[in-house]
């Protein structure tokens, strides 16, 4: 029987992959439980997985730890979608309506079916987000109810190359790990630190990562742009070790010397950092090496946001992940983006309680994995470990046939925002509406027997009547009748 109840969540990082696990208060905080990590660098490049066994042997390793941290077994997940080759691609699908015709829910839900239904070579539609709906020449974000001859809705359909996600859900497969629900990491990201007013005032969001960087922009409430580039923190790095050493002694100098800004005047070009015992480096070499790489990437992050939001980003620029805890990273951005309001989101807006040092850390890298855990509303926990580890005291073994709790398969017109339909979710989604449709056949297949049947009996009564009213048959009549009416006579 269960006995505790929590919400698991696992983030698939560029570097790294993190597991955690937590449960919300009536308060409406969210107090973590336990967290784990794992070094995915072998099996995860850029946030992709590349190898599926590795990935899966990682993630079994995330969830015995936490198990075992949580004296509990583990039922199903909540995963974060991301990654390379992610990005957004507008889409627009219209319908001629005759007269003035009153929209109806079913009309949009067939607008956001055909976009859905829209196919992209090697790539997958993960989500779509409705941007508005044009009703005639008015922009509405609500159509339902206005009369029009026209309406187009337009979409931004958030895509991910088909093998990467096929990858993914076969990771999980592998290891025999349920998936409760799949959301895209970034729009979970951006749903935990960024404000309402910044989201509709306009904003972009721009998460520093390890491997790669991810720019997602906002304006009225609204997702307009979602992409990932392929770079990040560590290509600062590995520039640094270019310098004639290990990519760990690079790490190290980038976190101690490592600015985003350094004023001209305040460079001392007599001055060298040490790389070792014996070697050094000069002091603007460094510095050049490091600005250089770091305005390569605010340069694609700037050509990421589009042409007609970037004087429109009331609400500015906001900064996470681990990249942006380097020094000066808000000046960097300024200078380059002229734009004056820059924060930096070190921690999610969400009421958290814990005592772990990483969620405690408020470096912004634990932001995304909590913003998944907050998506969280199904139970995660299975049954009590006994003191051994072992569930009931039987072998060290999850079991596979344990009780989880499943949400009915939802088409692709009832997905939230945000969340990504797994593999097996999509599945279940097809035969129940292959099931439906087969019911339907079968209802108008019985419908046209009994129309056909009324039809042949309306056809029956036709003829009985148009022969009961011919020529010979009312003579007939007429003869009958005249004959009994002769015999009466006779009688009388």
């Known amino acids: 029987m269960v006995s505790k109840e929590f919400i698991v969540a696992i983030e698939l990082g560029s570097s790294k992959m993190t597991g955690i696990a937590g449960k919300k208060n009536l308060d409406g905080s969210i107090q973590v439980l336990a967290c784990v990590k794992e070094d995915a660098s072998a099996c995860i490049r850029k946030g992709v997985v590349y190898n599926i066994d590795k990935t899966a042997q990682c993630l079994t390793n995330i969830i015995s730890r936490l198990e075992k941290q949580l004296k509990t077994g583990i039922t199903q997940v909540y995963v974060g979608v991301g990654g390379q080759s992610i990005r957004s691609l507008r889409n627009l699908i219209s319908k001629d309506l005759t007269g003035e015709t009153q929209v109806t829910q079913e009309m949009v839900i067939e607008l956001m079916d055909a976009n859905r239904n829209m196919k992209y070579p090697d790539q997958e ?237 408020h470096d912004g890298m634990m932001n995304t994995v909590l913003g998944l855990l907050a998506k969280g509303d199904i139970n995660c926990a299975g049954a009590e470990l006994s003191m051994n580890g072992d569930l009931f005291g039987s072998q060290n073994q999850r079991p596979q046939s344990e009780t989880v709790e499943q949400r009915r398969a939802r088409q692709a017109s009832e997905t939230p925002q945000g969340v990504v339909r797994t593999a097996e979710e999509i599945r279940r989604a097809e035969e129940e509406a292959q099931r439906k449709k087969e019911e339907e056949e079968r209802k108008k297949e019985e419908e046209l027997r009994i129309a056909r049947e009324k039809e042949e009996e309306e056809a029956r009564e036709r003829e009985r009547i148009r022969q009961e009213n011919s020529p010979i048959r009312k003579m007939g009549r007429w003869l009958k009748d005249f004959g009994k009416k002769i015999v009466e006579d006779d009688d009388e």
């Open 125 to 361: 539609i993960l989500d779509a987000a409705v941007q508005e709906y044009k009703v005639d020449s008015q922009y509405q974000l609500d159509p339902v109810g206005i009369q029009c001859s026209r309406i187009e809705g337009n979409f931004l359909n958030i895509l991910q190359r088909k093998s990467f996600y096929k990858n993914l859900n076969k990771c999980f497969e592998t290891a025999g790990i349920n998936v409760a629900e799949m959301y895209l990491a970034p729009l979970a990201l951006a749903d935990s630190v960024l404000t309402e007013a910044e989201k509709r005032s306009g904003c972009a969001l721009v998460d520093l990562g390890a491997d790669t960087t991810t720019v997602s922009v906002y304006s009225k409430n609204v997702l307009r742009h979602l992409a990932v580039i392929p770079l990040g923190s560590n290509n600062i790095t590995k520039d640094i070790a270019s310098l004639q050493m290990e990519e760990s002694d690079a790490e190290k100098m980038k976190l101690k010397y490592g600015s985003a800004y350094t004023d001209n005047n305040d460079i001392d070009n007599n001055m060298k950092y040490s790389i070792d015992q014996e070697r050094q480096v000069e002091v603007r070499k460094f510095v050049e090496i490091v600005e250089g790489r770091l305005e390569e990437i605010i340069a694609n992050v700037w050509c990421q946001v589009p042409e007609e939001y970037c004087d429109k980003l009331l609400g500015g620029i906001i900064l996470t992940g681990g990249g942006s805890n380097m020094k000066n990273i808000e000046k960097a951005f300024q200078n380059y983006t002229h734009i004056d309001k820059i924060r930096i989101a070190k921690f999610v807006t969400l009421a958290i309680v814990s005592s772990i040092p990483e969620v405690n850390a």
